[in-house]
């Protein structure tokens, strides 16, 4: 055991706790969030997605103490109580069947248009590849991520900057 | 009171809804029938909480309070018994509500499928939500409608034909200035209200239902109620709940299928921090911790001595069409015969055959099972997602040897359903814990436990043969099946969850999932429909149980029925839309709810939706890399049809096949929700292009060998098709008919979808590919093998 102090969206918390646990068990059971998921355990379906430092990690195999930097969780998007412009685009679009996997693709889809806000089609679908949903909502999230995608490039840089630690 | 400290708010509800309800009928011989609630909960100590603390009996169906309450503030809540496995059934049955109660769809709220609070009407299975559920549901909307309306009428002074009501106000028509909401007239107050009915499904009180062209709500896409908490991160679902004391369990299963516990080391774990318990009964092994990550790593650490099976549980996966094939059937359905087939085949001018063989296939959920049961008060509440939950409150009743009374299941979201969860391990598995520790149990599997073990859809081997006179009509259909679904768990049993069967319980004979053929509208003069089914070695115990995957059989069994269909139109030189139109339109007198007539109007919208030119197929093979194609596949659940279009791309180089655009047409009778239903369509088309592109389960002789997302592959964002088209068809004969019936939607979709892609693959490339999944191996092997 040992004092581990994370910073997570926005707010610091010092916890004891054994640092090899994968970050998501201390989010989840430690700090009461529940955007990120158990799927896998393995980082192969990303329902555990969460972004440290702006850069899309699967928290299912990250080790708590590997974590250096702010981490920002499903909860952390929204913004003086408005919805980042995917979360809003997922609603409009009407994304999710069980929503299960769509904090992972939420998050993936906020890592990816953070660093390429005109992504292509094909930038998208690659961008996504290895976030897997069950209900196989691909199609309408691809439509959501572009209409997010066109909202965001029409408000300008604004509507997407992230304060990140 | 259960000592939660974090109770979701959908709980929450539901507990104070307990109370209301449980405080109020103690009284109600005694009361008025405006008793208020003031009065009746004045009766009770409110820190007493009974509703938590149980007993829990069952909410009357036959009481109109157990279906609405209607508040103060003039809002309603609706309590159903059936589950959301994520199509949205939820906002449709408040569509459907209050479009009967003449309230705002605004000022509702609804309450699914927890035990104690909501009527048993099954929770989900069959598709059949809207189809069945949906009628007593609305029927007493209209009943509390209706007695508003009374209330309204003596408040008001007026008669109740001189009354209007709209949004929950009822007003004098001569003089809209005299009003009552219905928040006035009962809010927070019982109806106090019988209802009639043999059974739920029955229930019903003295209004009629309104027609069609008097819904309001149905019809619209009001944007579903569940979608906002789901991508704000702030919905509780069954996997997030937790309450003091409460410790984490992992299972340990067998290594090898049909293995016995010989021995546990429980040396090898005992020292592991946070170490509670190992328990075990039989072959069934849990390990207990006070965190999630200890019980991960001591279930990884403990050591368990297993003895293998004498015999092989099964044979390997590539050996398993071969072993069913020869394997004597444990049960054989009575063939379906009309006309002489033999001798029609005897006699036609072409005969063709064919073979196709699907393999078991998983749910692999997203998520992998779970729940938390917590045993306070010597009751037993299990916080689940499963879709069954009615069916796990009598299973865990049972396999505890508790009364129904003391336990109760608490429905919450989860991973998808489609089956898995009718089949609900893991609730079994905490409530036994809880049992045994006396403290709350979460368990959740691990994901190669989950997709090793998991129920799966039926393996399925068929035999065709097809016979054309010389103008080329078909006059001889011979169908043939075996499915390999001798042991089917799909309903919560005692006797049947994995818990079970692990401990030695057994039930005598196992549910036979029984055989299947395919339903089509076609007009065959001779024609043989036989199925059996065959059982593998090791019955019990299996990671190959069977159970219901979305529409249990229908997409193995329209694979090889509607690739067969493509075949013989083929053989006949036709288009494969006029073949199949052909076939239906040659007409028969029985046409029960119009399907014969729905489905030749989703065969023409779907080739009108897709701009589908008549020719023969296949197409002449182009000279690129790229080849293109297009297939048609058309289908029936129930009394909803469906034709469905693909059309890919074949990778000529590598055998990749990408379902570039989908259109289904769709005839479901009314629509509730048109957004929701396109959504739920797309998603079920493309839940079948991942069973049929990538999807199996493979195993040697000993164990499931397919066990995560590597090893067991699905659809991606890489095979989004470019486009989907979803027409919804109402191709009822009188379409405005004012008692159009809304038929299920859930799973008919899945079922074409096998075959259009192989009949597309066909077009392509003039290469049959008669065995599932379609991976690229596979493709690239037919296409080098017939020169392509």
């Known amino acids: 055991m040992s004092k581990i102090t994370l910073k997570v969206n926005g707010g610091t918390h010092t916890l004891d706790i054994d640092p090899s646990t994968p970050l998501l068990y201390i989010l989840r059971n430690d700090l009461g969030l529940q955007g990120p998921r158990f799927g896998c355990g393995l980082g192969q379906c990303g329902a555990c997605t969460v972004l440290i430092n702006g850069v899309p990690t699967r928290s299912c195999i990250t080790p708590t103490s590997a974590v250096k930097s702010e981490i920002t969780t499903l909860e952390g998007l929204a913004k003086n109580g408005v919805l980042h412009p995917l979360q809003q685009a997922w609603i409009d679009e009407q994304v999710p069947q069980c929503g299960f996997c769509q904090n992972g693709q939420i998050m993936t889809a906020k890592a990816l248009l953070d660093k390429n806000p005109r992504a292509t089609d094909a930038q998208i679908r690659e961008g996504m590849a290895r976030t897997l949903c069950r209900c196989m909502t691909y199609y309408r999230i691809q439509a959501a991520v572009k209409l997010a995608q066109k909202r965001i490039v029409a408000e300008g840089p604004a509507a997407v900057t992230e304060v990140v630690a | ?788």
């Open chain 2, 1 to 788: 009171m259960t000592p939660f400290t974090k109770i979701p708010k959908q709980i929450e509800d539901e507990l104070s809804r307990r109370n209301f309800l449980q405080s109020a009928g103690m009284l109600v011989v005694s009361l008025s029938p405006l008793a208020s609630l003031a009065q009746t909960a004045g009766a009770q100590t409110p820190a007493a909480a009974p509703g938590a603390a149980g007993p829990y009996p069952d909410p009357n169906y036959k009481q109109l309070d157990s279906w609405i309450v209607i508040h103060q503030d003039n809002t309603a809540t609706f309590y159903v018994g059936k589950t959301d496995c994520g199509q949205g059934t939820g906002t449709s049955f408040r569509q459907m509500m209050s479009d009967e109660l003449d309230i705002a769809y605004d000022k509702t709220s609804l309450i699914m499928g927890s035990t104690d609070v909501t009527v048993d009407q099954g929770g989900s299975g069959g598709s059949d939500a809207i189809q069945t559920d949906g009628w007593p549901m609305r029927r007493v909307a209209a009943e509390a409608r209706r007695v508003l309306l009374e209330m309204a009428s003596q408040r008001l002074g007026t008669p109740v034909d001189q009354l209007a009501v709209s949004d929950g106000v009822v007003a004098v028509k001569a003089d809209p200035s005299k009003r009552v909401t219905y928040g006035e007239l009962v809010g927070g107050k019982r109806f106090n209200v019988a209802l009639t009915g043999n059974n739920v499904d029955a229930t019903t009180g003295l209004a009629k239902v309104k027609t069609v062209q008097e819904l309001k709500m149905v019809g619209q896409s009001p944007q579903r109620y569940d979608i906002p908490p789901k991508v704000d991160g702030s919905l509780k679902w069954a996997v997030d709940v937790k309450a003091p004391g409460m410790v984490h369990a992992r299972n340990v299963k067998p290594p090898v299928a049909g293995a016995k516990l010989v021995s546990i080391d429980t040396s090898s774990v005992q020292a592991l921090p946070g170490f509670v318990k190992v328990v075990s009964k039989g072959n069934y092994v849990a390990v207990v911790c006070e965190r999630e990550e200890q019980a991960i790593n001591a279930a990884k650490q403990i050591k368990v001595n297993w003895e293998k099976p004498a015999t092989a549980p099964f044979p390997a996966s590539e050996d398993l069409f071969k072993y069913m094939r020869a394997a004597k059937p444990t049960s054989v359905g009575r063939p379906s015969v009309v006309g002489n087939p033999d001798a029609a085949l005897a006699g036609a001018a072409k005969v063709i055959e064919a073979e196709y063989d699907v393999p078991f296939q998983g749910h692999t959920a997203i998520s992998p099972a779970h729940a938390m049961a917590d045993p306070s008060n010597g009751q037993m509440t299990i916080y689940s997602n499963d879709m069954k939950s009615y069916g796990m409150r009598n299973g865990v009743a049972e396999f505890l040897g508790m009364p129904r009374e003391q336990v109760r299941v608490v429905w919450m979201e989860g991973p998808q359903g489609y089956g898995r969860t009718a089949a609900d391990d893991a609730g079994f598995e905490a409530a036994f814990l809880a049992k045994e520790l006396g403290r709350p149990v979460r368990v959740q599997w691990m994901r190669q436990e989950e997709t090793a073990w998991d129920t799966k859809g039926p393996a399925f081997t068929f035999k065709l043969r097809g016979g054309l006179d010389a103008q080329g009509n078909l006059i001889a259909f011979d169908y043939d099946s075996q499915a390999a679904d001798y042991n089917h768990v799909g309903y919560n049993e005692a006797d049947t969850v994995l818990i079970a069967q692990l401990m030695g319980i057994r039930r005598n004979p196992p549910n036979a999932g029984g055989g299947a053929t395919p339903n089509e509208m076609y007009v065959i003069p001779n024609r043989r429909m036989s199925s059996q089914v065959v059982s593998l070695p090791l019955v019990w115990e299996t990671p190959l149980r069977t159970g219901n995957l979305r529409d249990p059989n229908g997409p193995q069994v329209t694979f090889a029925s509607e690739s067969f269909i493509d075949e013989l139109a083929a053989a006949a030189k036709a288009d494969p839309v006029e073949f199949r139109l052909k076939l239906l339109t040659a007409g028969t007198a029985d046409d029960a709810q119009f399907k014969r007539a729905r489905s030749i109007a989703c065969v023409k919208a779907a080739a009108a939706a897709y701009g589908w030119d008549a020719r023969l197929s296949p197409k002449t093979v182009g000279s690129g890399n790229i080849l293109t194609g297009r297939g048609i596949a058309y289908s029936f659940r129930s009394q909803t049809v469906v034709a469905e279009i693909a059309e890919v791309e074949v990778n000529r180089r590598t055998g990749h096949v990408w379902v570039k655009r989908l259109v289904c047409a769709h005839d479901c009778g009314l629509v509730i929700n048109p957004q929701s239903l396109r959504r739920t369509v797309e998603c079920g088309m493309l839940h079948s292009v991942s069973r049929a592109l990538h999807e199996e389960v493979t195993f040697d002789t000993e164990k499931v060998t397919s066990l995560d997302w590597n090893s067991h592959p699905t659809l991606t964002h890489m095979d989004a098709p470019a486009k989907i088209d979803v027409v919804l068809v109402n191709g009822d004969p009188n379409p405005n008919r004012p008692d159009l019936p809304h038929y299920g939607a859930g799973e008919t979709t899945c079922k074409p979808t096998l075959a259009a892609v192989a009949n597309a693959i066909y077009d392509a490339t003039g290469v049959r590919i008669r065995r599932v999944p379609f991976r690229d191996a596979r493709v690239l092997a037919a296409l080098k093998a017939a020169g392509v």
